[in-house]
């Protein structure tokens, strides 16, 4: 029987995070996207660099998921600006949820998704919210699942494709 734990990611972790980042994300967009988008986007934001500088920043929080001894996946979690549209509440972002491909549809997102909550309400916040691309209608379906709904939209670059974004919230 597999045993599933959360581990809370330091400045050790720069490596295993980074390659989870790079792998999960690979996995999930490689398919849609072109090659050379997907290359210069993972060059760009999974670095060596970029992870020891978000593992460092205090309004980031990353919480690993293992399946014993093996990293399936991971949350990063942020408490920097939301959108004008929830200025007026206390949120925290879920700026990445991503899981190994084989993963997913065995209760490990769920898990991931319910650590959120928690850790949300721990911190005493009053929303969570999230981007997801709007071609990701199998993400959007599990996030309204979980009472996540569609308040807006912006734009994100991957490579050089600019894609949309649904912004989604959850109320607390």
């Known amino acids: 029987m597999s045993s599933f734990h959360f581990k809370v990611a330091t400045a050790k972790d720069v490596e295993a995070v980074q390659e989870i980042s790079r792998i999960t994300f690979y996995q999930a967009f490689h398919g849609q996207n072109s090659k050379e988008d997907m290359d210069l986007f993972l060059k760009e934001n ?3 660099t970029s992870t020891k500088k978000e593992l460092a920043d205090k309004n980031n929080l990353f919480l690993l998921l293992y ?16 959108p004008a549209d929830l200025s007026d509440l206390k949120t925290i972002e879920i700026a ?6 084989n ?4 209760g490990a997102g769920a898990l991931l998704i319910q650590k959120i909550i928690e850790v949300a309400k721990e911190k005493n916040k009053e929303a969570i919210w999230l981007g997801v691309w709007e071609l990701n209608s199998k993400a959007i ?7 996540f709904q ?3 939209q912006h734009h994100f670059v991957l490579g050089k494709d600019i894609q949309n974004d649904w912004l989604m919230k959850k109320l607390l």
């Open 46 to 48: 999974f670095t060596a």
């Open 67 to 82: 399946q014993d001894t093996n990293l399936i996946g991971y949350v990063k979690l942020s408490e920097s600006e939301a």
């Open 96 to 101: 990445r949820i991503y899981l190994l491909t």
């Open 103 to 106: 993963k997913t549809g065995k």
């Open 141 to 147: 379906a599990f996030y309204e699942k979980w009472g």
């Open 150 to 152: 569609k308040f807006g």
